[in-house]
């Protein structure tokens, strides 16, 4: 890949959310242009309006092959290839898994660990063509640790930790940077949907940070080769430590989950937030 990030080409799925949008609001001010990919369009055109330099905006859905193949075509056919994709597409349907449908159940898989292949396999030659390039992965730190109430989402993200690192050696060769991102809690609409349909207490145990700084961790993680990033920054220490040793988890984790329970209680008054349950 080039090595000036500046006016490098970048692809951002899940374009139209609170962190798609940041990330390429940072992206604009580093001079990369922008192609967003969402099947929101309106929440595409808005997250367009936010950028001084007008972005390619692609209606795609990410579990259809075949729209990626022609979104790729139509932002190389445009811009005259591509530098860096960001895979940021994700949704999260909270519950026990005993009372999880299968719709729920696919829709997440479908979105969350097998769109982010789809998009990395036909970005691929694209990427090899271009001499090389990056594909970063905003994950959640609930693909280190368990997440109750979330097992789908956390089994996703626990699927995409190990798809990145295997693809950061397998790639390496072509001159393609692989790395993942792990955001803790993140203030966006998905964390108020969580508070209101079930979401998992242990999302609420630290204070939300900013999608800004998800973007801020993309970027560094593409200037200084990370392989793995994490928001805030020592959110990781414990739960790394303690996937080495599962037995602790269990109890540890009761204790986790009665001091967010407290803490999404304040989440949801301080938002006017009711919770439905069913």
Excluded at 56 to 66: G, Y
Excluded at 166 to 182: A, D, M, N, S, Y
Aim: aromatic share 6%; net charge positive; glycine share 10%.
């Amino acid at each position: 890949m080039k090595k000036k990030i500046d006016g490098s080409v970048a692809v951002i799925t899940g374009g139209a959310g609170g962190i798609g949008t940041a990330i390429a609001r940072l992206f604009d001010q580093k001079g990369i242009r922008c192609a967003l990919c969402d099947i929101d369009e309106k929440g595409l055109r808005k997250a367009g309006e936010s950028l001084s330099t007008p972005p390619l905006l692609v209606t795609c859905d990410i579990t259809d092959r075949k729209e990626i193949g022609r979104a790729i075509k139509k932002i190389r056919g445009h811009f005259g290839g591509i530098d860096i994709l960001v895979n940021n597409a994700g949704i999260i349907v909270p519950s026990l898994f005993e009372n999880c449908s299968y719709r729920d159940m696919d829709r997440q898989i479908a979105i969350n660990l097998v769109g982010a292949m789809n998009f990395t396999r036909e970005i691929i030659e694209p990427l090899k063509e271009n001499g090389g390039g990056c594909i970063i992965t905003t994950s959640s730190l609930a693909g280190i640790v368990p997440e109750t109430h979330s097992a789908v989402y956390s089994a996703t993200k626990f699927a995409l930790r190990g798809f990145n690192l295997t693809l950061h050696i397998e790639l390496k060769r072509h001159g393609i940077f692989v790395g993942t991102v792990f955001p803790d809690s993140i203030d966006t609409p998905m964390l108020r949907y969580e508070a209101a349909h079930g979401g998992s207490p242990l999302t609420f145990l630290s204070t939300p940070q900013k999608p800004e700084a998800v973007a801020r961790a993309v970027y560094r993680a593409i200037a200084k080769r990370k392989i793995e990033s994490y928001v805030p920054s020592f959110s990781a220490t414990l739960p790394k430590i303690l996937t080495c040793i599962p037995r602790f988890i269990p109890p540890i984790w009761g204790m986790l989950e009665r001091s967010g329970v407290k803490k999404k209680l304040a989440y949801q008054r301080e938002h006017g937030i009711g919770e439905d349950r069913p």
